[in-house]
């Protein structure tokens, strides 16, 4: 049996190559591994797992890559949303550094599944980081700190080589990291889905876990015309979903951000290079060229879940207030998508008191830290290592419910109001 569902129209959906919707599971399955979310870090940790040989169940309530896996920025970058700083104040120098490297081999996974699997949804190389103010000489402090204690490639551009890139009087110097490349994120989440298909995995779309329970040495998942049991289940859901699996459900606060494409644009002088872009504003703004010489423009981070009614009209603003010269260029496509987002800003990675795996809470920073997570929980269910123990200092904890989503709501309201500050003071 198949379905289709209706998914609201991004640039993505627009360009991507579906087919029908994958059968939903009928009846009683056995496998070795049940995966509930087909997002990236679902998709991950079933291919992987199907390549160890593994008999793998990916189940996901809408289609492959519906959520923030297919609908966001597209920059694959090595790190984590909690800058490194963040990450050595809370688990120390030695163990901050052995998690950066594993974010490195997410974000080289990802090129090497792009370059196998799908080479088309390979859509530029280099990330350059923009300053929206004067801060003598910080930045490229900062730049040099990443690469002394992280191993990082990153190059220091002035303002006068900054603005040859980027032709905004908003911008000042910049810091370029030649190793990061941007995707089309929902292309490349197909490709992993048919080569888990390919590799011992089934996949099943519309098809939502219902409940998940104990069955004597393994777990029953239920859905609506089927169950699954499986000796070990792994949860991807993100904040899709807050409610199935209560220990990471309690500690995600849902977090949207938007993305605008424009019409293409036959001739214009303000960005002039096609690597990912993104500034410095705590609340910022991340953008890139894409086909046919669009701008992809992406920012307003929130916690409201509802579209605004004006997005693509706002969106255009905050593109022309950067590049006044592109006048009002027509936003063929604008979206919103939800993200995941722990308390702490690091991905939840573990197994529960119960048994059960989870992989989630990418917000901000998910292509590499997903295909990351994949891999640490593939290995671990395959008993060939247990580096994913390494994020039990970034355990699950509870986010307070409705009344942390409004102090994160106000404290990006905050952020906000202190970057208008700075930028007024510092120009």
């Known amino acids: 049996m198949t379905h289709d569902v209706k998914i609201p129209l991004s640039w993505y959906e627009a360009t991507a190559q579906r087919g029908a919707a994958a059968d939903q599971v009928q009846g009683r399955l056995v496998v070795d591994a049940c995966v509930i979310g087909a997002g990236l870090a679902g998709l991950t940790t079933a291919l992987e797992l199907g390549r160890k040989g593994r008999r793998v169940a990916l189940l996901e309530t809408s289609r492959v890559g519906a959520g923030a896996s297919g609908r966001n920025g597209g920059f694959v970058s090595n790190g984590f949303a909690l800058g490194l700083d963040g990450v050595a104040a809370r688990a120390g120098e030695q163990a901050a550094s052995a998690l950066y490297e594993l974010s490195k081999q997410g974000t080289e996974y990802v090129r090497a599944q792009v370059k196998a699997l799908c080479p088309a949804a390979h859509m530029g190389d280099g990330w350059r980081v923009a300053i929206r103010y004067q801060d003598n000489g910080g930045l490229k402090a900062y730049g040099e700190t990443l690469a002394k204690k992280a191993g990082e490639d990153v190059h220091y551009s002035p303002v006068a080589e900054t603005r040859s890139y980027l032709n905004s009087a908003r911008y000042f110097d910049s810091l370029y990291f030649p190793h990061a490349f941007h995707i089309h994120p929902l292309n490349y989440a197909l490709a992993l889905a048919k080569e888990c298909l390919r590799n011992n995995v089934t996949v099943h779309e519309n098809c939502k876990a219902l409940s998940v329970t104990k069955e004597g040495t393994a777990f029953r998942v239920v859905t609506a015309h089927g169950d699954v049991v499986a000796r070990d289940v792994v949860f991807c859901v993100s904040a899709i979903d807050t409610s199935l699996h209560h ?28 690597s990912a872009i993104s500034d410095t504003r705590r ?32 969106m255009r603003g905050d593109m022309t207030s ?45 292509l590499n830290t997903t295909a990351m997570a994949g891999q640490l929980i593939a290995n671990a269910i395959a008993g060939e290592q247990d580096d994913y123990r390494r994020f039990s200092v970034f355990a699950p904890q509870f986010a307070f419910g409705p009344l942390g989503r409004l102090g994160v709501q106000g ?17």
């Open 322 to 366: 950067s590049y006044p010269q592109l006048g009002r260029p027509r936003i063929d496509f604008a979206w919103g998508g939800l993200m995941g987002y722990a308390l702490h800003k690091m991905p939840l990675i573990g197994r529960d008191h119960d048994g059960l795996w989870f992989a989630t809470g990418f917000g901000g920073h998910g």
């Open 411 to 427: 404290s990006y309201w905050y952020m906000q109001a202190r970057d208008r500050l700075d930028e007024a003071r510092k120009r």
């Open 247 to 274: 220990p990471t459900g309690r500690a995600l606060l849902p977090v949207a951000t938007y993305v605008a494409v424009t019409e293409p644009l036959q001739e214009q002088s303000a960005i002039k290079t096609r």
């Open 283 to 314: 609340a910022g703004d991340y953008y890139r060229l894409i086909n046919d010489n669009r701008i992809l423009w992406g920012g307003r981070i929130t916690t409201r879940i509802s579209e605004p009614i004006r997005l693509a009209e706002e």
